[in-house]
């Protein structure tokens, strides 16, 4: 019963219009930053390397397709928190607001089966996302720029990987991306279990989001002991996958912190799913 | 009259110095100029702090009087002066004048310290100083300060070609104090969580060569960008 209501929900999702923004919203922003890079995109790459440029030359295809695609990756994961809760946010909520919620509950599936099967329909649709963002950035990205070495910025200098070992690692990337982008996806469903209106869980899920990344970017030490604890701090932790050596105790550690946040969320959604009194 | 006698020995040991200075650079000025053109096998190693980047193998071409190209599969570093503008400035024999700065041990050589100083303002060049070893005519380091990229070291060891005063191991030493980076961009999750892994203000970048092609022609195709 699982399994086919999970597939129910995938029709649901697919059904709905605004399961598409997303992907039409990721498909304009790729292409106009494709656009974008392909017209200027030397002068973004001296932005990064000018103060190394008075004294070293750098010789070699620098803007090339796996650096296209960490651009879009660096860019994207951003905003794309917004396009998952946009349907993840509508899953239990939505029901509510339509009043169908009451008409799924008179099967004979239980109300965590039901969360449940709603998580894996949001997963599916997450996955799918992160498959996208994958396949422009990092497929189409290389057919227009071909590949090459990639340099990347981080906070202690500039990190040159090798063409051969660059792969490996935007697979692990993407696995990460999808895991934080799941935990959006747990948010908004945890939310929507409390909601009777698509909207409310939608923009408590951004909310959170920016709320948290705000007291992530504060330079403030009254946050100091917080900040390791949110979510939003460790969505970006993809990015040390592109570190020389890769710090896999602190990727591990913000894996795990992810995890943690989902099985939080998805607990919490059940819970309150459990309880609560459906009356539309 | 002894006092004369003084002030003229001075004149004619300094004379002498400058002499003996202005003679050597024209001996490793015309070894130089016996290379009208090589190509060469690289062998990059570049331990420049704020840069992470494993050894890169390219190949370098060039041809006179200063053009140079390296083709690498990948990115290569290099120092974007040092590998052709100190031949291309002690080519022109008419834009400097050298002063002898005594001796020094390098390597277990006796090197003489020489000045190069252009004449003109045009010049990027302030000033040159260079370590050559006058039994061999070789130049076994030099220190460019220039205009736009302050000063650069480079340490020069050699092989089998010698003779045309081309070394098969370069050993540059640069400055990294100007080192930047926007902060912006620079933003990743653990920046807080570590310090910088170097904060040593030099960096060196080891340039060993292989396989010299000696004046066998170089095509200009290699010069196109």
């Known amino acids: ?280 | 009259m002894k006092i004369l006698f003084l002030f003229s020995l001075l004149f004619i040991g300094q004379a002498f110095y400058a002499q003996n200075a202005s003679q050597l650079v024209k001996a490793i000025r015309l070894k130089l100029e016996k290379v009208n053109d090589y190509s060469v096998d690289i062998h990059i190693k570049a331990q420049v702090p704020m840069i992470k980047i494993d050894e890169v193998d390219a190949k370098m071409y060039f041809k006179k009087p200063n053009r140079i190209k390296v083709e690498s599969k990948g990115i290569a570093i290099l120092p974007k002066q040092g590998m052709a503008e100190l031949n291309y400035f002690l080519s022109d024999e008419k834009a400097y004048t050298c002063a002898m700065n005594g001796n020094k041990m390098l390597n277990n050589v006796n090197t003489a310290v020489v000045s190069v100083i252009p004449l003109g303002d045009q010049s990027d060049i302030i000033l040159v100083k260079l370590w050559i070893d006058p039994k061999k005519e070789l130049i076994m380091k030099s220190q460019v300060t220039t205009k736009s990229n302050g000063t650069l070291d480079v340490t020069y060891y050699y092989g089998d070609q010698a003779k045309y005063g081309l070394p098969y191991k370069m050993v540059f030493t640069i400055d990294v104090k100007n080192f930047k980076l926007p902060k912006s961009v620079a933003a990743d999750l653990h920046q807080n969580k570590k310090s910088p892994s170097n904060t040593s203000q030099k960096g060196t970048i080891i340039i060993s060569m292989r396989n010299y092609i000696v004046n066998k022609g170089v095509g200009s195709s290699h010069f196109k960008n």
């Open chain 1, 1 to 280: 019963m699982l399994w086919k209501n999970t597939y129910n929900e995938l029709i649901k999702i697919s059904a709905k219009p605004r399961s598409y923004i997303g992907i039409a919203a990721l498909t304009l922003l790729i292409a106009i930053i494709l656009f974008a890079m392909k017209a200027d995109g030397s002068k973004y790459i001296s932005f990064v390397t000018s103060s190394f440029e008075q004294t070293l030359s750098f010789n070699g295809n620098i803007l090339n397709g796996n650096l296209i695609a960490f651009i879009i990756l660096q860019m994207l994961i951003v905003h794309i928190p917004l396009l998952v809760a946009l349907v993840t946010g509508d899953l239990l909520s939505g029901e509510a607001a339509m009043g169908t919620l009451r008409m799924l509950l008179t099967k004979p599936i239980s109300r965590k089966q039901v969360v449940f099967s709603k998580l894996i329909a949001a997963a599916v649709y997450t996955l799918i996302l992160v498959l996208w963002l994958g396949f422009l950035a990092f497929i189409v990205g290389r057919w227009v720029f071909g590949t090459g070495d990639l340099i990347v910025l981080n906070s202690d200098g500039l990190v040159i990987l090798k063409n051969a070992d660059v792969l490996w690692r935007y697979g692990l990337a993407f696995l990460v991306a999808f895991l934080a982008l799941m935990t959006i996806s747990t948010l908004s469903l945890a939310f929507s279990a409390f909601a009777n209106n698509s909207i409310g869980p939608i923009v408590s899920t951004m909310a959170v989001i920016i709320l948290f990344t705000i007291i992530g970017a504060l330079d403030v030490s009254v946050f100091d002991h917080v900040k390791p604890w949110l979510f939003t701090t460790h969505m970006a932790s993809w990015r040390s996958l592109f570190n020389n050596p890769v710090p896999w105790s602190d990727i591990k550690e913000s894996v795990w912190i992810l995890l943690a946040h989902n099985v939080l969320f998805v607990t919490i959604a059940v819970y309150k799913f459990q309880k609560k009194d459906i009356t539309s």
